[in-house]
Nanobody
Framework: QVQLVESGGGLVQAGGSLRLSCAAS????????MGWFRQAPGKEREFVAG????????YYADSVKGRFTISRDNAKNTMYLQMNSLKPEDTAVYYC???????????????WGQGTQVTVSS
């Protein structure tokens, strides 16, 4: 079992930055691939970024490439999402999740955090 807790969300103006964190606990949590997802009101949950267990491979959604950076520190059992040049359309609840393999497929992630709200004002 892996437990995930997100933090770092908040209200920011367009063009600003936020850094989300996801603290993981549980057996062998550092051996999982991890990802960030987001869900805006009335929309499906969508993949944002993913990182392999070693941190050597990363995936990004086209909508965030060049603006968001995913990273992890396995010594701290923590994953991060640095979000720069934020836009109002980035407003959503952001979730972290863990999977056995790095993938963009939402249903293949086994463990989920409770989510943290990110609101970008125009």
């Amino acid at each position: 079992q892996v437990q995930l807790v997100e933090s770092g969300g908040g209200l920011v103006q367009a063009g600003g930055s936020l850094r989300l964190s996801c603290a993981a606990s549980g057996r062998t949590s550092s051996s999982y691939a991890m990802g960030w997802f987001r869900q805006a009101p009335g929309k499906e949950r969508e993949f944002v970024a993913g990182i392999s267990w070693s941190g050597g491979v990363t995936y990004y959604a086209d909508s965030v490439k060049g603006r968001f950076t995913i990273s992890r520190d396995n010594a701290k059992n923590t994953m991060y999402l640095q979000m720069n040049s934020l836009k109002p359309e980035d407003t959503a609840v952001y979730y972290c999740a863990a999977a056995l393999k790095l993938t963009v497929v939402t249903t293949l992630y086994n463990y989920w955090g409770q989510g943290t709200q990110v609101t970008v004002s125009s």
